[in-house]
């Protein structure tokens, strides 16, 4: 149980591009989704928390207009990093929650690299 | 400000032989402290919650405690397969759920 997948594994793009990463919990609805990046040899830094049907709340330094995120639904979030650069290659983690809210079951991760 | 502290950052051991990692935490009230492993690539695996001082919690090798000020995480004859990146997190009483986590304690356990 608590199964989180994140689509695509890995993703290589050009500067400029958008590219959208899927999150989804697979056996429960989730409430709340988080997404995080993880720079290499460092832990986990929240960027946003987002509940279904409602906006998204973005940690303090996090550009809101360039990390875009929507939770359609109570499967679902997306992040879609706009006109990336270089500086935005990181691996991507989102987890979610579900009927126990504390507990937070994190995906298998997204490395993005932007050439 | 709410804070995390995971020690030592980098813990190599023996098959077999047994060890403590320590996460030392300040927060403005605790809902919870969480346990993590994370493979290398790879999202972080839940392993316990501990919600309240003198709470402990066993799974397998691997047994967590918690006091008011810091939690350990027992490693009892580690085997191999147990290398990993351990993380510590804290959640607040507050109304978000968010995670604060600490920067890990990296463990290498060779045969």
């Known amino acids: 149980g608590a199964v989180v997948s994140q689509h695509p594994s890995w993703v290589i793009c050009k500067s400029g591009t958008s590219v959208k990463i899927e999150c989804r919990s697979l056996?429960?609805?989730?409430?709340?989704m988080f997404w995080y990046r993880q720079f290499p040899k460092q832990s986990l830094m929240l960027m946003a928390t987002s509940n279904e049907g409602s906006k998204a709340t973005y940690e303090q330094g996090v550009e809101k207009d360039k990390f875009l995120i929507n939770h359609a639904s109570l499967t679902l979030s997306t992040l879609t990093v706009t006109s990336a650069h270089p500086e935005d290659s990181s691996f991507y983690i989102c987890?979610?929650?579900?009927?126990?809210?504390?507990?937070?079951?994190f995906g298998p991760g997204t490395r993005l690299l932007v050439l | 400000e709410d804070q995390v502290t995971q020690s030592p950052e980098a813990l190599r051991l023996q098959e077999g032989e047994s060890s403590s990692l320590n996460c030392s935490y300040t927060v403005s009230g605790l809902r919870g402290l969480f346990w993590y492993r994370q493979d290398p690539g790879k999202g972080p695996e839940f392993l316990f919650t501990?919600?309240?001082a003198g709470e402990e919690k066993e799974k397998e090798r691997l047994k967590a405690t918690l006091t008011k000020k810091e939690s350990f995480l027992h490693i009892t004859a580690p085997k191999p397969e147990d290398s990993a990146t351990y993380l510590c997190a804290v959640q607040a009483m507050d109304s978000s759920y968010k995670l604060i986590f600490g920067s890990g304690t990296r463990l290498l356990v060779r045969p």
């Open positions: 987890s979610a929650t579900g009927a126990g809210p504390e507990t937070q079951y």
């Open positions: 056996d429960f609805q989730a409430t709340t």
């Open positions: 501990l919600y309240s």
